[in-house]
């Protein structure tokens, strides 16, 4: 059973913009924090953003002020918009539902390049 579904990704020239979608079943989507996380080749997985079922928002510090975390209740969808993007943003960009122990999407892979 699908839980958590990312799209958006895709190549980018640097300075641009990308928005993720991560579409969530309801009864994650309204109960737990929906984070995304991403992982460049030769690196760990590291956080990027979170966002609660509240709406409160954390996000990792290399990120704040380039990437925005929101959801769209209705649609059951949690988005992050990356602007202002890098070649280090390159990764493939994961969902993930209940922390690193919990529920993960496929992934969705994002490139960075001129």
């Known amino acids: 059973q699908v839980q958590l579904v990312e799209s958006g990704g895709g190549l980018v020239h640097p300075g641009g913009s990308l928005r993720l979608s991560c579409a969530a079943s309801r009864s994650i989507f309204s109960l737990f924090r929906i984070s995304w996380y991403r992982q460049a080749p030769g690196k760990q997985r590291e956080l990027v953003a979170g966002i609660t079922p509240g709406g409160n928002t954390n996000y990792a510090d290399s990120m704040k002020g380039r990437f925005t975390i929101s959801r769209d209740n209705a649609k059951n969808t949690v988005y992050l918009q990356m602007n202002s993007l890098k070649p280090e943003d390159t990764a493939v960009y994961y969902c993930?539902?209940?922390?690193?122990?919990?529920?993960w999407g496929q992934g969705t892979q994002v490139t960075v390049s001129s």
């Open positions: 993930n539902a209940r922390g690193p122990a919990g529920t």
